[in-house]
């Protein structure tokens, strides 16, 4: 999992529970799998353990993370399609829309743009680990 | 249950450390006490642990009177500037002492932690540096297990590596047995994610006690170029700001709305140590 940015504008929780997700997406932590406890996060990125906690019970709200009394938390069984639903559906506004706005603001066409993306798209083929299932 | 400090005031000759301060400090978390040389933080964390006899107001301790009640009193632990050890005593002769006044003093704990540190045991604490004399009382302050421990500049002469490695250990510590912090320090910067509320003082006053994560998130910062930040301000309440050639930063008061930020404007977090000085100065 990256560290935390200190100075983003997004509160620590929020960075928490985004780290989290993307390693459960990347398969870091994979379904049925043991999460670390607050206190390891709470010590590893040197947060308060209230912080850690909202962080985690981000996710334990959406059901991709479950609680075992006494034993810790878990990677819920179909976490990764669940956020991956979740994160196409957000996906246009937090990367398309900027990515246009930056590139109208460097001159750069439609046409040109689609290249670019076709070009990234054939160089990463294969390499990605989130292909379609 | 928690601590109770109740219109606290205290002058010395000409000077009013502390102007009639009240706040309630629950069981079980960790507080950062903040305030700028001179606000009163040392004369407040005395007069919570009777050192300070304060002239008007009381402090209660789960419900109990330190002043008068000696068990309320075995309840807290302060780290302070003053050392209360006999200045001969050897480190190792002090940790022996310490389980004398506070029997739940964990003797093992406190000489597994020195080794860490690297704490000679056999120095006399007069011979300790600035920096190992901060060492031993926060030593001392993770193994006295009081529900109450307030730590006065604990990292006070420390390098960064010692800082981090406190940090690590106040949190192992919190995780495993749910105590009590108050922690006054300058090094905002560095502490700030530990706390979960702040208290911050002013010329003797309280400026505000509130959680971190509300604290920072009344307002924002917007930096970009200086017109374009002088224009979006216009009309919104501004802490301050700071200029750097024709790039400005504005500490802005209110609720973010990052559809109406002009292109260019970049948004970034209030952070405590930023916000505090803008409170304070």
Redesign the interface.
Known sequence: MAG?D????????QQLSEGLEDAILVGAFPEEAQIPS??EF??Q???????ALKGVNLLVEENVIYKKRGLGMFVAEGAVEKLRKKRRESFCGRFVCSMV?EAK?LGISEEELSQMVKKSYKEQSGSEPGKEG | MGISVEQVAKRFHTVQALKGISFHLEKQ??YGLLGRNGAGKSTLLNVMTTRIFPELGKVLIDEKDPFTQEEALSQVFLAGEQNCYPEGMRVREAFRWSKVFFPGFDADYAKRLGESFGLPEKTKIRSLSTGYASIFKLVTALSVNTPYVLLDEPVLGLDANHR?LF??LL??K???HPFTVVISTHLI?EI?????EVLILKEGKLLCQEP??EL??RG?TVSGNTCLVEQYVQGRQVLGTDQIGGLCSAYVLGA?DPESLP?GLE???L?LQKLFIQMTS
């Open positions: 935390i200190f100075n983003s504008e997004k509160p620590i929780f607050i206190t709470s010590v990125y040197k947060i308060n353990p209230a912080t706005q603001r | 978390k960790i981090e940090y690590r949190l192992e919190y995780a495993q910067e700030a994610s530990l706390l979960e971190v994560e920072l998130s924002y973010v292109e948004l970034s977090r952070d």
